[in-house]
DNA sequence: CCTGAGCAGACTGTATACAGTTAACGCGCT
DNA sequence: AGCGCGTTAACTGTATACAGTCTGCTCAGG
């Protein structure tokens, strides 16, 4: 009504909003703590209080807001506790994935396809000694956990990964530009790689208590990407999300 | 504004509608895959659409219904193994709650308060043997899990437990009336009980992975409980819930 | 100058009206 | 009699109006 009205014809208002409200909590431009209110959303989104209350609810659900106990939301703030555990409860979750899919036993399709993608990142983190740009790893690493979590074929269990992986520091791939500078950024993705390997080899073997330790240590790399961003601002900047995080001191 | 208007003033019409769905999805009165109309639920609940809206979203978030593409939601059918993964979902993360509690060490207030409620627990395992009532007995279970789960000390990780367990046959007591009739019931419990035991003794002496590892295998009761409902039409009928599970035959 | 009470503003919770879309039902044609 | 099409009815998505409540500010009293 306001800015916009001849565009995304086909997205729905609530799922707007939701976009919107997301970006605008990802990107810091609300402060952590702050109450959320759906009337100034309303005119910053320009859809009408409806939807934006849905998103609300959503975003709530999702973890980024938590309710005021006089109604209403607020911007939740994340202590470095906080987030440290939520990485370890994705870690656990897609270690019982990979077991899972260990135990029952893949397809050699379903295989093939992983390894397949591995090849891709093998190729690109080859690459990745000159160029910086690690978008595409970034994204065939995000591929590479979607497939291992298929392949458990549990859609239950691919839900609640979903869920633990909604706050954005704790998704399989979010804290990885956090190495963009860093002389390790080879040595880190080799290693994740390996591990990617290993774990794959393990679920095609059937070895599923392996597999599902690999995946657990495998997402503790994300702990070291942590404590990375907290002792350097400029690495925090790179992770989308980090204005919800309470830093460590605030001096 | 159609049944009743002098009750639950303190509770909220959302809250209210919210209540009273999970009920009826629950109890089975509305049928799994079966649309759920907001107008029906209006007239049924006695409150206006929109907080029926609210319900009706935050039931699907908790795992109950299911969106349907074209709009509006239906009620989630189970299946068998969606059930059974359910439960190991749980149990990994309260085999989680339970290392992180090993490893952080508790207070020894704690420890006592724990240590008190199996006291309870055990008064009541004695006396089941005469008594059929086991409603004090899955009341103290559930708090006994609570008081594990707030050893490990953190919100994120017993939030999503607490989602873990909002589908009601995989939470920690869902399934224990399953065994009211049988012969079993105090070898069970009996057993339970020593898990409980076990966990909070290798909590005590941090012992991280052991307290894990018994916290898994705990819930794995509920998938022998399971296996017995699924094969006794009569035993199912005690869980609440029981309607959405896709039973094994149906002919 | 400080404290407490009252008032005003804003905000959420709730209800309802409206429009677009989907789905079902019935009728006609083959 | 079966199939396809058109019409109709219901349902959801959205917007907005209304009422109760909480918060914060101001003014008066000590």
Redesign the pocket.
């Known amino acids: 009504?306001s800015i916009e009205k001849t565009s995304d014809r086909a997205l729905?208002?609530?799922?707007?909003a939701q976009l919107a409200l997301r970006e605008l909590v990802l990107r810091g431009a609300l402060n952590p703590g702050e109450?959320?209110?759906?009337?100034?959303m309303v005119e910053r989104l320009g859809?009408?209080?409806?939807?934006v209350?849905?998103a609300l609810v959503r975003l709530e659900e999702e973890g980024l807001l938590e309710?005021i106990p006089?109604?209403?939301?607020a911007v939740k703030a994340f202590s470095e506790k906080e987030v440290f555990i939520s990485i370890e409860i994705r870690g656990t979750l897609e270690g019982l994935a990979a077991r899972l899919a260990a135990e029952r036993g893949v397809g050699r399709s379903e295989l093939l396809e992983a390894a397949a993608c591995l090849d891709e990142i093998d190729e690109v983190v080859r690459r990745e000694m000159l160029e910086i740009d690690l978008s595409q790893y970034v994204e065939l690493n995000a591929r590479f956990h979607r497939i291992l979590i298929d392949m458990a074929d549990s859609p239950p269990l691919a839900r609640q990964i979903e869920r633990a992986s909604a706050l954005p520091f704790a998704s399989a791939s979010a804290l990885v530009p956090v190495q963009s500078r860093s002389p390790e950024l080879h040595h880190i993705l080799t290693v994740a790689q390996d591990q990617h390997r290993c774990v794959l080899t393990a679920i095609e073997r059937r070895e599923g208590s392996r597999a599902e330790a690999i995946m657990r240590e495998h997402a503790r790399i994300a702990h070291r990407n942590l404590e990375r961003a907290l002792t350097n601002q400029r690495d925090m900047d790179l992770v989308p999300g980090s204005a919800l995080i309470k830093r460590r001191i605030r001096a």
Chains 1, 2 share one sequence.
């Open positions: 009504m729905s208002q609530t799922v707007k109450r959320v209110s759906e009337l100034q859809v009408s209080r409806t939807p209350r849905m309710a006089s109604g209403g939301f």
